[in-house]
């Protein structure tokens, strides 16, 4: 099990470029989570889906922010125009539908607005 | 949901048992307890989860107290690379997806 895929690991971008961030959830979940990370604001939950469909987008802190899940396998972050104030790790995560499994994070995408 | 609270940081001998405690004096009946870490720039690992019983498993041992308004994970053995961000969730049961909001953890440092 190849565990959650994030890409890119690192991505510097210049202010009012957009930016995709990509992730691969783990077979036969789910669910799948995107969270942003900052010194200032630790870890916040942008957006949630249940069987691709978005359940809950109450964080995406504003209309830059679009996130997507085609199918099973695939969904993205997208930023357009990028500020600096995006500059964060941005972590995908996916689950089973069960309290009994926990969720099991990717190893995140550093994003850096400049 | 039920918040928690965690103390901001603590230290630990390494080869000691490292306790890190949690208090969720408002947790529903229907709510669970989970533990994740997060090592340094790594995105957050599962530790264990409970609901009522004391639970353990090869990382850890939850202890949840009988009025479950608190709990202790412990680390009965902790090593250098057990030094991480712990964060005591709760999160609701019932059907479909469960959310998970994060507070700000207790940063455990195991000294050599």
């Known amino acids: 099990d190849a565990g959650v895929i994030q890409s890119p690991r690192h991505e510097v971008t210049e202010m009012g470029q957009e930016v995709t961030l990509r992730c691969k959830p783990i077979s036969g979940h789910n669910s799948l989570f995107w969270y942003r990370q900052t010194m200032m604001r630790g870890l916040e939950l942008l957006i949630y889906f249940n069987n691709n469909v978005p359940i809950d987008d109450s964080g995406m802190p504003e209309d830059r922010f679009s996130a997507k899940m085609p199918n099973a396998s695939f969904s993205t972050l997208k930023i357009q125009p990028s500020e600096p104030r995006d500059s964060a790790v941005y972590f995908c995560?996916?689950?089973?539908?069960?309290?009994?499994?926990?969720?099991?994070f990717g190893s995140g995408t550093r994003l850096t607005v400049v | 949901d039920a918040k928690t609270t965690q103390p901001t940081s603590m230290d630990c001998a390494e080869g000691r048992a490292a306790n890190l405690p949690c208090n969720h004096s408002?947790?529903?009946?229907?709510?669970?307890v989970y533990w994740y870490r997060q090592i340094h720039s790594q995105g957050p690992q599962y530790i264990i989860h409970?609901?009522?019983n004391n639970e353990t498993n090869e990382m850890a041992s939850l202890i949840i107290t009988e009025d479950r308004k608190s709990s202790t994970l412990i680390l009965p053995h902790a090593t250098l690379r057990d030094t991480a961000v712990y964060y005591c969730?709760?999160?609701?049961?019932?059907?479909?997806?469960?959310?998970?909001?994060f507070g700000t953890g207790t940063r455990l440092k195991v000294l050599a």
């Open positions: 995560a996916s689950s089973r539908d069960s309290p009994t499994y926990g969720y099991t």
């Open positions: 409970g609901l009522k």
């Open positions: 969730i709760v999160v609701p049961l019932g059907s479909g997806t469960y959310k998970y909001i």
């Open positions: 408002t947790i529903s009946g229907n709510e669970y």
